[in-house]
């Protein structure tokens, strides 16, 4: 198969990486799609249940594949809010302006380690593209989610002399609502996406990716079904 019928989706099973997943195999019309999520030690397994649950839905899905790097919870221990054993997730209203540029919800390093294993996995398929879900947050913001981070790991994989891949993050500079719109245009079932960084039986709605969550659906003008559960 030529590398361009193929690519590789790092999917969480978030709002914005289910979307980038329709987007890929409807939108774009990629025939063979390998979808990658990562179990890192985050501090509920609901996203990946929603991953598993949309990627059965989609054909054009080849291959699911969940690594286990849970060795991640003891270097990143204590240093973030969002796996196992670290700090109490915030509540959005509770961050200082100072945090909201590097909130405790950032996990040290690991998009550029989730991309790289990402590229492995792509090379390794025949793959050239790996689609990455990072979006404009609207309150707060991580440097590994920004259009300037993807283009300098764009340029470190370019350095690969046989078949280099690329990242593309498409929803790079777009606003969640977009997200939304688009994913409703692709017929996603937003039911099954999880986006709360608590858990639990239903979203928190305080914490930062609720917050962000809730104003996106707001935007775009229709109810989320996660909250009208």
Same mark, same amino acid.
């Given at each position: 198969?030529?590398?361009?019928?193929?690519?590789?989706?790092?999917l969480s099973g978030g709002l914005d990486s289910t979307v980038l997943l329709h987007h890929v195999v409807?939108?774009?019309?990629?025939?063979?799609?390998?979808?990658?999520?990562?179990?890192?030690?985050?501090?509920?397994?609901?996203?990946?249940?929603?991953? =598993?649950?949309?990627?059965?839905? *989609?054909?054009?899905?080849?291959?699911?594949?969940?690594?286990?790097?849970?060795?991640?919870?003891?270097?990143?221990?204590?240093?973030?809010? *969002?796996?196992?054993?670290?700090?109490?997730?915030?509540?959005?209203?509770?961050?200082?302006?100072?945090?909201?540029?590097?909130?405790?919800?950032?996990?040290?390093?690991?998009?550029?380690?989730?991309?790289?294993?990402?590229?492995?996995?792509?090379?390794?398929?025949?793959?050239?593209?790996?689609?990455?879900?990072?979006?404009?947050?609207?309150?707060?913001?991580?440097?590994?989610?920004?259009?300037?981070?993807?283009?300098?790991?764009?340029?470190?994989?370019?350095?690969?002399?046989?078949?280099?891949?690329?990242?593309?993050?498409?929803?790079?500079?777009? =606003?969640?609502?977009?997200?939304?719109?688009?994913?409703?245009?692709?017929?996603?079932?937003?039911?099954?996406?999880?986006?709360?960084? =608590?858990?639990?039986?239903?979203?928190?709605?305080?914490?930062?990716?609720?917050?962000?969550?809730?104003?996106?659906?707001?935007?775009?003008?229709v109810a989320d079904p996660l909250v009208a559960l």
């Amino acid at each position: 198969m030529n590398s361009t019928d193929s690519a590789t989706v790092l999917l969480s099973g978030g709002l914005d990486s289910t979307v980038l997943l329709h987007h890929v195999v409807k939108e774009l019309g990629i025939p063979c799609v390998f979808a990658l999520s990562f179990d890192y030690g985050q501090r509920h397994s609901r996203e990946l249940m929603m991953a =598993r649950w949309q990627v059965d839905r *989609l054909p054009a899905v080849r291959e699911h594949h969940v690594l286990d790097l849970g060795i991640f919870r003891g270097l990143a221990a204590g240093a973030t809010a *969002l796996v196992g054993g670290g700090p109490e997730v915030p509540d959005l209203d509770d961050l200082s302006e100072d945090e909201l540029q590097q909130p405790p919800t950032y996990v040290p390093n690991r998009n550029m380690m989730l991309l790289s294993l990402a590229a492995a996995y792509a090379e390794a398929r025949g793959c050239s593209t790996v689609y990455y879900g990072a979006q404009a947050q609207d309150r707060y913001g991580y440097w590994d989610c920004t259009g300037e981070f993807v283009a300098r790991i764009n340029d470190v994989l370019a350095l690969n002399r046989g078949q280099a891949v690329r990242v593309e993050a498409p929803f790079a500079e777009k =606003r969640k609502g977009e997200g939304v719109l688009l994913g409703m245009a692709l017929g996603v079932d937003f039911a099954h996406t999880w986006s709360c960084y =608590r858990g639990g039986g239903t979203p928190c709605l305080t914490c930062p990716t609720c917050v962000e969550r809730e104003r996106a659906f707001d935007e775009a003008g229709v109810a989320d079904p996660l909250v009208a559960l």
